[in-house]
């Protein structure tokens, strides 16, 4: 994995800020309807949203129904295509095995998260999928993008639904 945050320019890291509180504000929702507090937005080549997804486990009952997952999907139908090369994705939180397969799969441009996740996390925390001899994909990242309020809002869920 390379890390991108010395390369850019300032504008752009303040894109990447602005996208990503935008994904927080799907992870709130997410968190406020029982889900895990997690969002994800995906941009076109030219910085466009095209896709939006908070957590729906718990609402859709489905194991598979990941921020990323769903943002993925449906990415690829408003570009009527799989091949996500030119998108970008900003997610609040390090994503799992399953959301990091799908990723790859999807030859993503680029993946911008927030908070690293110590128990799931499969892009630099737990294990590293995108420089793994099992990846057909190079994925370029970009980590810790509004980190410490991502960190904060799941830490906080998590508290309140042990308590």
Not at 17 to 34: C, D, F, K, Y
Request: charged share 25%; proline share 4%; net charge negative.
């Amino acid at each position: 994995m390379w890390d991108y945050l010395n390369a850019i320019d300032e504008s752009t890291y303040l894109r990447h800020r602005q996208r990503m509180g935008e994904a927080l504000l799907l992870a709130r929702s997410a968190g406020e309807a029982g889900d895990v507090p997690v969002g994800a937005i995906i941009t076109d080549k030219n910085g466009e949203i095209i896709a939006r997804a908070a957590n729906r486990k718990e609402r859709d009952r489905d194991p598979t129904a990941h921020a990323e997952i769903l943002a993925l999907q449906m990415a690829s139908r408003v570009l009527g295509d799989w091949h996500l090369n030119d998108c970008t994705l900003y997610v609040t939180l390090e994503p799992c095995p399953m959301c990091a397969g799908a990723i790859l799969q999807a030859r993503l441009g680029l993946l911008i998260y927030g908070a690293d996740d110590p128990k799931t996390g499969v892009i630099r925390t737990v294990a590293n999928f995108a420089d793994s001899v099992f990846s057909n994909h190079r994925l370029p990242t970009i980590a810790g993008v509004l980190e410490t309020e991502a960190r904060e809002l799941l830490r906080t869920w998590f508290e309140n639904k042990r308590a």
